[in-house]
């Protein structure tokens, strides 16, 4: 620690964020633009609802792999990116699901996985059980 922070506190250098939330969407869609009539991708509309919403956000383009089983009961895989957003308000978290909504309509999923903190949640297109 140099001279000029001894004296600083710790936590004045500090600023918290809120909740970190998580969500994941199929890398085949993310620069498709027939999910949105050839305007823009979901990628941009992403990049544009988090940066005007939170000013920041972090995208791992590392694909991760993810399992699960479908409504017809089939076992589904797929190639995803992660989407990472924090903040503290449940108001913007509300905000988001509806964002997130309104992308699986676009992409024709029928779910997206988030978490947040410690809970994970499936956003569905049609309200579920």
Not at 39 to 44: E, F, V
Request: proline content about 4%; charged content about 25%; aromatic content about 12%.
């Amino acid at each position: 620690m140099t001279a000029q922070h001894s004296d600083d506190s710790a936590a004045s250098h500090v600023r918290e964020l809120g909740k970190v939330t998580v969500f994941y969407i199929p890398s085949h869609k993310l620069d498709d633009p027939r999910f949105f009539d050839d305007t823009q991708t979901a990628r941009t509309a992403i990049h544009e609802f988090l940066m005007h919403r939170y000013r920041a956000y972090t995208q791992s383009p590392t694909p991760v792999k993810g399992y699960w089983v479908d409504l017809s009961g089939q076992l589904v895989h797929d190639v995803m990116e992660r989407f990472e957003v924090s903040f503290g308000s449940e108001s913007e978290f509300d905000r988001l699901i509806n964002f997130l909504i309104e992308l699986c309509d676009r992409l024709n999923e029928d779910a997206i996985y988030v978490t947040r903190g410690e809970r994970s949640f499936l956003v569905q297109r049609t309200p579920g059980d």
